[in-house]
């Protein structure tokens, strides 16, 4: 029973690893609309201190 658990809880943080990959891949989507539109070099440094 103990093994069974483990295993179930391993699923479950899988499922919320993907989710928060899905939001990523939206912000970044996001994130390269707005950088058309403004100076590119300033956008890239908030990049990544954003992420």
């Known amino acids: 029973m103990k093994k069974k ?3 179930k809880m391993k699923k479950k943080k ?6 928060k990959m899905k939001k990523k ?3 970044k989507k996001k994130k390269k609309m ?3 539109k403004k100076k590119k070099k300033k956008k890239k440094s908030c990049d990544w201190s954003a992420d």
Request: proline share 0%; glycine share 0%; no cysteine.
């Open 25 to 27: 891949k939206m912000k």
């Open 14 to 19: 899988k499922k919320k690893k993907k989710r």
């Open 34 to 36: 707005k950088k058309k």
């Open 5 to 7: 658990k483990k295993m």
